[in-house]
């Protein structure tokens, strides 16, 4: 299945199971979810430090370092979706609110290709 046929419910549904086949909701508290969330994220961006952004990009090309970056990226998914499970937060919902106050807060015509209005520092929205 593909990102094309699978929902985030697919997915979240996935997840729960995982999770209650090895009754690990008794670990899964927000808290614990969150730090573990951080941690996989670290993880992914072992694979690009020190990389200047070209050979950051070259990632792409590489099959092996690809699928390496696509495992970390699938345990951050995960832990995404187990906090997601256990907050009861709808992650379409959130998605779509957010992405409608950062159109407000970074409107296209004043960003388009730029950074920030003014600023040297990345636009914090996406």
């Given amino acids: 299945m593909s990102d094309k046929t699978t929902t985030i419910d697919d997915l979240r549904r996935l997840m ?3 999770v209650s086949e090895r009754d690990w909701h008794q ?4 808290k614990n979810l969150a730090i573990a969330l951080a941690v996989e994220v670290a993880e992914v961006m072992e694979h690009f430090q ?11 090309h590489d099959a092996g370092r690809r699928a390496a970056v696509g495992e970390e990226l ?5 832990y995404l979706l187990a906090m997601a499970n256990a907050l009861n937060i709808d992650l379409s919902d959130a998605v779509r609110g957010k992405m409608l106050k950062n159109a ?3 409107p296209a015509d ?3 290709g730029r950074w920030g209005a003014g600023d040297s520092r990345p636009a914090g929205g996406v």
């Fill in 16 to 18: 729960e199971a995982f």
């Fill in 27 to 30: 670990f899964h508290t927000p």
């Fill in 50 to 60: 020190w990389l200047d952004p070209q050979e950051s990009r070259a990632v792409a």
């Fill in 74 to 78: 699938a345990d951050c998914l995960c």
């Fill in 104 to 106: 407000q807060k970074y």
């Fill in 110 to 112: 004043q960003y388009r």
